[in-house]
């Protein structure tokens, strides 16, 4: 039988190799509406390294989700992506046909993610079982045999009461929370390299929540896999994520580690974003402060930075030149923005 | 089903669900007709299961002289034909060309329509376009009409021939019906988010369509099923009426009809056996149809 991934003992090493796992480059996907072009993702780059967990941060509509879609090429008719590079262990993956077998030998078995709502995640009429085998026969190659007993201990890790009693069930029988963990084990069945989580707890309510951000990060450590969790939630990431993404309408506007973005927020729409959360560490009586104006519609952009219209700091340059581009401030923290915001705020 | 989890101080670890298959009884069984309609169903299948146990006479069995165009009663129930045949005899005969038409030609065009339907469906585009084109086209022509033209074609270039030219042309006559509920289902399926989670765990489109969409589109093709079994029956008596169908001496209770037709006042029973026999079937499955369709309705589910 060969070695299965995660059965072995917890290793409590903490020693990461920071050795780079994946890239996107300059990553971009249009719809064609009767509209006109929506730029949702407009030209991204991110990186993730091995065993890293980082958080792609953003409102509704900012792209956030669609990137993730992309990096799978699971994005249908009328969206399409126009440009960019997905290297993933030496190969790009938008190289491959959308329904090529080595994108779908990449799909669940070395990329694997996990969706938004656990209600419908799930496919009503076939049991568990049937679904967590179906991965594992699939990518793996395991008997039926072999592969119920690995999906009856794969449900036990994320936490599933008397597993091999329950795996017979159909979804409907399992509540929000333990869908979510059933997702988690199949997702990570096929031990893939990197787990991405889109919006994983914002169904849930709020200690269901805690909980399954807790197991997801002790599963892809025990599963020796990089988690990029995708959230409008900043207090999602901030416990969990070793580096922040923030993206608005498309693009990636501040990048660094999530002790930067929320210590030294550089960019508006950060500490827009930062303002409007209530945080424990501060004086009491402190106002929310929400971001001004709507997000932008993504039809028709100006070639300006998007966010100039709410933002507080603008400068006449804002309005002249172009988007900004990524600036590097210090060691992991860039920014897209011409103004000087540490200095305002002094 | 449900599987309780109780341990022995009688705590459940699972809330205790309502079994789907009990509310599907309930709701299937509240109505007195459907309930009937099933009885007719269950007798019709027997009957045409074991009809040579239930048979009086060999529905074949030209009788003796003056036994032709009995009156019901006496010996032979129901009278004879011209023939002399039980008409008994043969109408439980008929029951069987009836189903075996209905169940043959729902199966084939079953196993035609639906994937065409639930390939138009995930793959829309061009794909679409042609196959639900194709299909409209199909279903511009009444069903009787399409299926009286191919069986006449069928019947001509000698291809096949008896029973199995009006299985073929009424199967091809309602394929559209499946590829449209099919194509329709898929639609509103496809937007699921488990269809992408699965896409998302590389399975293949193929595995994806027939996997996960095809279980989830069942009770509406259920449904239609049903249905179409008793548009079916009526066709099938409607073309042998006309005279294309099951070959002489076989029996078809479209061909009773018309045989009857002639003797319509002074020998009734020929024509208003296989004609209530027509009848009652269709009504039944139609009964059926309607009792799947309120029971399978999910807008109906968590109802007790």
């Known amino acids: 039988m060969p070695s299965i991934p995660g059965s072995e003992a917890y290793s409590s090493d903490k020693e990461k190799s920071m050795a780079e796992l994946f890239k996107v ?92 709502e656990p209600m419908t995640s799930l496919n009503p009429v076939l049991t568990i079982n049937q679904q967590l085998t179906e991965m594992l026969e699939l990518h793996l190659g395991m008997s039926k045999k ?97 580096r922040i993404y923030i993206m608005y309408a498309g693009r990636i506007v501040e990048e660094g580690t999530t002790k930067d973005i929320f210590g030294k927020p550089r960019h508006p729409y950060t ?11 501060e004086e009491e009586g402190r106002k929310l402060v929400p971001i001004k104006g709507l997000p932008p519609n993504l039809i028709n952009m100006p070639p300006t930075c998007a966010f100039l219209p709410r933002c507080s700091y603008k400068i006449k340059k804002c309005s002249r030149e172009p988007w900004p581009p990524l600036k590097n401030l210090h060691d992991q923290h860039y920014v897209s923005c011409y103004a000087n915001t540490q200095e305002r705020d002094k | 089903m449900v599987k309780k989890h109780t341990s022995d101080i009688g705590f459940s670890e699972a809330p205790v669900c309502v079994s789907e298959w009990r509310r599907f009884r309930r709701v299937f069984f509240e109505r007195k007709l459907v309930t009937f309609g099933l009885v007719v169903l269950v007798l019709m299948v027997i009957a045409a299961a074991f009809a040579p146990l239930l048979a009086p006479y060999d529905p074949y069995d030209l009788g003796d002289a003056g036994e032709s165009l009995l009156q019901p009663g006496g010996e032979h129930l129901l009278g004879t034909d011209l023939l002399g045949r039980d008409t008994l005899s043969r109408l439980i005969y008929g029951a069987r060309t009836a189903l ?40 511009c022509f009444p069903m009787l009409l399409l299926a009286l033209l191919l069986a006449a074609v069928l019947r001509e270039y000698d291809v096949i021939s008896g029973i199995w030219v009006v299985i073929i042309a009424l199967s091809i006559a309602i ?14 399926i496809k937007e699921n988010e488990y269809i992408m989670a699965q896409r998302a765990m590389g399975s293949s489109n193929m595995r994806v369509m027939f996997r996960h969409i095809l279980p989830n589109a069942f009770p509406p093709l259920i449904v239609l099923v049903t249905m179409q079994l008793g548009a079916l029956i009526l066709a099938e008596a409607g073309l042998s009426f006309l005279g ?12 009773m009809v018309w045989d009857g037709y002639r003797y319509l006042a002074n020998n009734p029973a020929l024509w208003l056996a296989p004609g209530i026999a027509i009848a009652l079937v269709v009504f039944a499955f139609n009964m059926v149809g309607d009792g799947l369709r309120d029971a399978l309705d999910p807008r109906l589910r968590g109802l007790l």
């Open chain 2, 175 to 188: 394929i559209p019906g499946y590829a449209r509920v099919t194509h329709g289902v898929t639609l509103s």
């Open chain 2, 100 to 139: 075996m038409v209905g169940f043959i030609s729902v199966f084939i065009s079953g196993f035609i329509g639906v994937p065409l339907g639930i390939i138009a469906g995930y793959f829309g585009g061009v794909i679409n376009m042609v196959i639900m084109r194709a299909m409209d086209a199909l279903m």
């Open chain 1, 271 to 281: 500490i827009g974003l930062l303002k409007c959360i209530p945080r424990l560490d």
């Open chain 1, 146 to 242: 072999v592969a119920r007993e690995r999906a009856i201990e794969l449900l036990g890790m994320v936490g599933i009461p008397s597993a091999h009693n329950r795996i017979d069930d159909y979804p409907h029988q399992f509540s929000g929370g333990m869908r979510q963990r059933v997702m988690i084990a199949m997702a990570l069945s096929c031990s893939p390299k990197i787990l991405i989580a889109d919006e994983p707890t914002t169904a849930l309510d709020v200690t269901t929540q805690a909980q399954l951000l807790e197991l997801m990060k002790d599963m892809v450590e025990r599963f020796k896999a990089s988690l990029v969790i995708v959230t409008h939630n900043l207090g999602v990431v901030a416990r969990y994520a070793q």
């Open chain 1, 25 to 116: 480059e300059n990553l971009k996907t249009q719809f064609h509406t009767e509209g006109g072009v929506v730029k949702a993702v407009d030209g991204i780059s991110y990186h993730i390294d091995e065993r890293e967990i980082i958080g792609l941060v953003g409102e509704s509509g900012c792209g956030k989700s669609v990137s993730q879609l992309s990096v799978m090429q699971l994005i249908s008719t009328p969206g399409e992506i126009v440009g960019g590079e997905v290297i993933f262990e030496g190969q790009d993956l938008l190289k491959y046909k959308t329904h090529g077998p080595e994108m779908r030998s990449v799909r669940g078995a070395k990329i694997a993610m996990i969706f938004q």
């Open chain 2, 244 to 255: 294309i169908g099951i070959d002489p001496p076989g029996a078809a209770w479209g061909a």
